[in-house]
């Protein structure tokens, strides 16, 4: 490969790079911390800020090894369960640590209080 | 069917073929991620790299086992890296050697600034030892994934392991996910070959090139295709590597 040829395809690989980066900047901000919100979301399904925080942590831990997290708020509340579910067995996980991350995301969805 | 194509399909049909069963999927093939196997996981990977100069040169093989041990802690057992080379006074298929890899990961790339991993891969065959050890760095932006590895090894080799190699290596990838299942992206190498540690004799090559991955149930395939830019005379102008995993 020649030198002309060789900085257009560097020039190229950059440009992509920075553009794609720009377009991922929207989505830049990490799940949210459990805050009084995500609690009281959480009370339909009789789940405590313990749980939503061991589910968050599970969440970015297990997730990540397959593919990007999503915006949480990308599903709804009745999404998520079943997404979760079929992702599961892949990312080894068990019936609790699944239940704890559906509840998390059940809780993340929706960033304004969830009716009782 | 032309000589190169010929080979990398055949290429492939030895990695595809005994993997019957396998999972966590790599974004990329020359780079690794910070984040590690869950608990308990066990996948199988097979890698399958072909080299071209002037047509089909060689293919390397590896099977690796890869075990979650906890949260941050993943090892893995290549039970056989081996390749099967063109060249006439050396023609056929070598086992080349067998490896252990541990990876300890430090910090996430979505929660903290930077996602960290440190690596550690000892490999040992007939009169050849071979240590790389690397620094993984992650940031994941969104459903884009940026990734930088700094690779040191070391090499000894023939009788009494008496000649000694050494290679500073640094990739530099990012892959975007344009849909769950799959993710494109690029891949660049920039590799200082040491000869007997001398820095006077050093070389540089740098490879560029792009890549793409597809997530299935339970297992992913992903490939790079990368170009030399620096024209070294007895390096690869091209290489093309495959991963396929599957979780058990």
Not at chain 1, 43 to 71: I, K, M, S, Y
Not at chain 2, 87 to 115: C, F, K, M, Q
Not at chain 2, 175 to 198: C, D, F, K, N, Q
Request: with cysteine; proline share 5%; net charge negative.
């Amino acid at each position: 490969m020649n030198t002309g040829s060789c900085s257009r395809w560097v020039g190229c690989v950059v440009s992509t790079l920075v553009i794609l980066f720009i377009a991922s900047c929207a989505n830049l901000a990490p799940p949210p911390e459990v805050s009084p919100v995500l609690i009281s979301n959480a009370r339909p399904d009789h789940v405590d800020a313990a749980q939503l925080q061991e589910g968050r942590r599970l969440f970015l831990a297990h997730c990540l090894e397959c593919h990007t997290l999503p915006r949480v708020t990308k599903y709804n509340r009745e999404q998520w369960p079943h997404l979760v579910s079929r992702m599961a067995g892949r990312a080894n996980l068990s019936a609790s640590d699944q239940k704890a991350i559906t509840f998390y995301l059940r809780a993340s969805s929706s960033t304004t209080i969830v009716p009782r | 069917m032309r000589q190169p194509v010929k080979h990398t399909f055949w290429a492939l049909c030895a990695v595809l073929l005994p993997s019957i069963c396998f999972a966590g999927a790599r974004h990329f093939t020359f780079i690794y991620e910070a984040p590690t196997s869950p608990p308990g996981s066990l996948e199988i990977e097979s890698y399958a790299t072909t080299r071209f100069s002037d047509g089909f040169t060689d293919a390397n093989f590896r099977h690796e086992l890869e075990i979650g041990i906890t949260e941050h802690f993943q090892a893995s057992i290549y039970l056989a890296n081996w390749d099967y080379t063109r060249a006439r006074e050396n023609r056929g298929a070598h086992y080349d050697s067998s490896s252990l890899e541990l990876i300890y990961n430090l910090t996430n790339p979505v929660a903290d600034p930077i996602g960290i991993s440190l690596y550690q891969e000892i490999s040992a065959g007939r009169r050849f030892l071979e240590s790389e050890t690397k620094l993984i760095a992650q940031k994941n932006v969104g459903p884009l994934i940026l990734a930088y590895n700094l690779t040191l090894e070391a090499e000894w080799a023939e009788e009494s392991l008496r000649e000694h190699n050494g290679e500073i290596q640094q990739a530099l990838g990012a892959s975007y996910e344009v849909s769950p299942r799959i993710s494109v992206g690029a891949e660049m190498l920039h590799e200082i070959i040491l000869p007997h540690w001398h820095s006077s004799e050093a070389e540089n090559n740098f490879f560029v090139g792009p890549n793409v991955s597809y997530r299935g149930n339970g297992w992913f395939v992903t490939v790079t295709a990368l170009a030399q830019t620096t024209g070294t005379e007895g390096e690869a102008d091209y290489q093309v590597r495959l991963i396929f995993g599957v979780s058990l």
